[in-house]
C-alpha cells in the first residue's frame, strides 16, 4: 500500500486565500483524501479509479450550496486549486487519467 506524503500539497492555493471557508475546504480534500486511499491501495483498473473520481467530484458538487451560503464559491481559482491538486495525486500514483477527465462529472 502506498500513501500521499503528510506535506502532500492538498488545495494550496484554496487555503492560501481568505475568500473560501478552511473548513469547507477541509470537506474537499477529504474527498480527494479518499480517493488517494483508494488508489493507494493498488491492483485497480483505470475505470474504477475513474469511477471513484467521480464519486469525488460529485460530493464537491454538493458542497457548492455551503460554499455560496457563506459567500463563497467553486470558481477560478477552486477550479485550479482541485485540478492541481488531482493532478498531482495521480501523478503520485502513477496513474494515467488526465486531469480533465479526472474531474469530467464537475458542474463548477
Known sequence: MKKLPDDFPFLQDMY???YFPKDLVDKLR???QEVAMFVGQGGHSLDTVQS???????KINDLQ???EDRGSEIET???DS???TVEAMLSFFEVDIDTEE???ARDW
Open 16 to 18: 492560501a486565500d481568505g
Open 30 to 32: 477529504d474527498a480527494i
Open 77 to 79: 481559482v477552486a477550479r
Open 65 to 67: 450550496a455551503e460554499f
Open 102 to 104: 479526472a474531474i469530467r
Open 82 to 84: 482541485i485540478g492541481t
Open 52 to 58: 471513484q473520481l467521480d464519486v469525488m467530484t460529485e
